[in-house]
């Protein structure tokens, strides 16, 4: 029996995890395994309901869980508090710090059923794609300190530091060669060496652990060039290894590309195998509330969850056929329907992906 904390969130967290947790129900029948959820909150609805984005009580939920399936935080509700107390800075950050959650796998592959979805020439996108971004996700520029705010008027300035150890390279690159072995063993390694220092080091490291894998092809892009390779010819990337703000930004460019925000799961893991499970999307406040979401990102990380925290591959498997099997038969929301008044609405959705599973 594994435990599994439940972190919905705000806007449309909650409404897409009903419907994860729907199909956990439906693959815990059929292949025989038992999960315990249990709820917790987290974000903006945690500070309305304790007064801090991250209570102790949900941070020893999940301490004492076996992994964290998260929804999203976040919303205008809450952007006009002190930017430390925001549930981004205050609740999903910190999570990952505590639990040295620094290796952030995002895929992204176009479904064929799908094509009509990207938005690149049909021509760009014929031979389809299958990129895993490899994100390092606790430390860069999102943790490096100093970072503030100080004086006034014109001279009122604001930083943030980018720092990176060679250790926290290392690890982080292991993981981008390992997972290109089971691959195209291809990695490209994104940054921006050409103007910051941090990136001069970025790059060397990567270099030096290539040699550990000799049967991997190592690139490097700018990352600014990498962006437009990415929608010149996205086919040409296997894994793309990129620093903390590098892949927050390349993995919401290459969601699009497979059609949507909605589409994009993400396992946010440490050396353990312990993991937080999350879309790689945010709350979505523009359709929060509507039941519209497409809940398919969220789906697709517990499947993951079930893949790199349980052990549980079959399962794991046959979460992402019956979602691929849903799409086949051209049940979409209103995200990804090219015929909007076809579209499903988000408890169709997962109710189609439980049918075919
Ligand atoms: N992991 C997290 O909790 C994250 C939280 N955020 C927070 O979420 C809030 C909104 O951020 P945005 O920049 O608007 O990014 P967002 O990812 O929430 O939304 C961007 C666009 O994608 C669409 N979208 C996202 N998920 C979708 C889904 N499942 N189905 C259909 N459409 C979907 C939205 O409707 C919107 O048009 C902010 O407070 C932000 O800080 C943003 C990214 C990640
Ligand atoms: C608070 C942000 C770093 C969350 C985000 O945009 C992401 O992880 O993709
Ligand atoms: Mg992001």
Not at 84 to 98: C, I
Not at 102 to 112: D, M, Q, W
Not at 125 to 144: Q, W
Not at 199 to 215: C, F, G, H, Q, S
Request: glycine share 8%; aromatic share 6%.
């Amino acid at each position: 029996m594994s435990k599994i904390a439940i972190l919905a969130g705000d806007g449309i967290g909650p409404e897409v995890m009903d419907e994860a947790i729907k199909v956990l129900d439906a693959a815990q029948k059929k292949f025989d395994f038992a999960l315990t959820y249990e709820h917790a909150d987290v974000g903006g609805i945690a500070i309305d309901n304790h007064g801090e984005a991250l209570p102790a009580s949900t941070l020893t939920l999940c301490e004492n869980s076996d992994a964290i399936l998260f929804g999203s935080v976040g919303g205008p509700k809450w952007e006009n508090l002190p930017p430390d107390q925001q549930p981004e800075r205050a609740a999903l950050l910190p999570l990952r710090k505590h639990f040295d959650l620094f290796c952030n796998l995002r895929p992204a592959r176009v479904f064929k059923s799908l094509t009509g979805a990207c938005p690149l020439r049909a021509d760009i996108i014929k031979d389809g794609f299958d990129i895993l971004c490899v994100r390092e996700l606790t430390s860069g520029i999102y943790f490096g300190t100093p970072k503030g705010r100080e004086g006034e008027g014109p001279d009122e300035r604001a930083y943030d530091t980018m720092a990176y150890k060679r250790s926290e390279i290392e690890r982080i690159s292991r993981k981008a060669f390992e997972a290109a072995r089971s691959r195209r063993k291809k990695v490209t390694s994104i940054d921006k060496a050409n103007v910051l220092t941090t990136m001069v080091l970025w790059r060397e490291v990567v270099t030096e652990i290539a040699k550990e894998y000799p049967d991997v092809e190592l690139a490097h892009l700018y990352v600014d060039n990498a962006t437009m390779q990415l929608v010149r010819d996205p086919h040409q990337f296997d894994v793309m290894l990129c620093g903390n703000m590098f892949g927050d930004i390349i993995s919401d460019e290459s969601a699009m590309l497979t059609g949507s925000m909605g589409l994009l799961a993400s396992a946010s893991i440490n050396q353990e195998s312990f993991g937080m499970y999350e879309p790689a999307g945010g709350s979505a406040p523009d359709i929060a509330g509507k039941g519209i979401a497409n809940p398919i990102a969220q789906i697709l990380s517990a499947a993951m969850m079930l893949r790199h925290s349980l052990g549980l591959d079959a399962a794991a498997d046959a979460i992402d056929n019956a979602v691929e099997a849903t799409l086949d038969k051209g049940v979409y929301t209103a995200d990804i329907a090219i015929d909007s008044s076809t579209a499903v609405n988000t408890k169709a959705m997962g109710d189609a992906i439980v049918a075919a599973l």
